[in-house]
């Protein structure tokens, strides 16, 4: 398929055909190209679990309140953020950084690309108990503001929260047309309970869950209506 093809049949199916063919390596494909995806300073602080058991699974459909689309799927998949990984990713790629500029006299680029991890990374994403790494990013923020000096808002544990969810969901996306340029439908879903998933995939209490995934071969009833979306001019402006 094209892409403008991918797009405009790629839907929300809530039904899935439970006895179609399926081939579960297209789900594995896809979250290969999933990983491929943008995000934030390449720090790559999610996780996707790929549900194909059926103790798992009725674990997560239990968890989705007993959703159609969680109940009918062949598999699904949870993306999942991994902020307390923080500092296992930054020091993979401060690693990667000093391979690549291993043997070369370090200039001005190289020494900001060496210090954007061992030095910035850890200002974006130190939380302490006492909120001192906090306060620290305010002032900097503050600083900044006072002499209208752009700089990232990025200060508090929910400010932090928000970009790690919105590199987890630009791969959930990949995941979505990656599948449907596959021929299978996607079901992105935000109605469960998070604990009771964390609890069945043995997750962290500081990870998070992003969304569920519904995976499958769609039936034609489960495509409820069809897709309306407000006016461009009402969301696409030209400056």
């Known amino acids: 398929m094209t892409f403008d093809q991918i797009l405009n049949t790629r839907r929300s199916v809530r039904i899935y055909d439970e006895n179609a063919?399926?081939?579960?390596?297209?789900?594995?494909?896809?979250?290969?190209?999933?990983?491929?995806?943008?995000?934030?300073?390449?720090?790559?602080?999610?996780?996707?679990?790929?549900?194909?058991?059926?103790?798992?699974?009725k674990a997560i459909v239990k968890a989705c309140m007993h959703q159609s689309a969680a109940r009918t799927a062949s598999e699904l998949v949870i993306f999942v953020t991994r902020q307390d990984k923080w500092k296992q990713r930054a020091a993979w790629n401060l690693a990667n950084m000093k391979k690549q500029f291993e043997g070369k006299e370090l200039k001005g680029k190289g020494k900001r690309a060496l210090s954007y991890y061992e030095k910035l990374m850890p200002l974006f994403?130190?939380?302490d108990f006492l909120g001192i790494a906090t306060l620290i990013r305010f002032s900097i923020v503050v600083y900044h503001s006072i002499i209208n000096k752009p700089i990232i808002h990025l200060v508090s544990h929910a400010d932090q929260r928000v970009s790690l969810h919105k590199s987890c969901a630009l791969a959930a996306q990949t995941f979505m047309l990656s599948m449907k340029s596959e021929g299978y439908d996607t079901c992105p879903m935000e109605g469960f309970d998070e604990k009771m998933i964390k609890k069945s995939l043995n997750l962290p209490s500081k990870a998070e869950i992003c969304m569920v995934m519904a995976c499958g071969i769609g039936k034609p009833e489960g495509i409820y209506t069809e897709r309306t979306r407000v006016d461009n001019s009402e969301v696409i402006f030209k400056v």
């Open 21 to 57: 063919a399926y081939d579960s390596q297209i789900v594995s494909k896809s979250l290969e190209r999933a990983v491929l995806s943008a995000n934030s300073s390449n720090m790559q602080l999610w996780e996707f679990y790929q549900v194909s058991s059926e103790e798992k699974k």
């Open 125 to 127: 994403y130190t939380n």
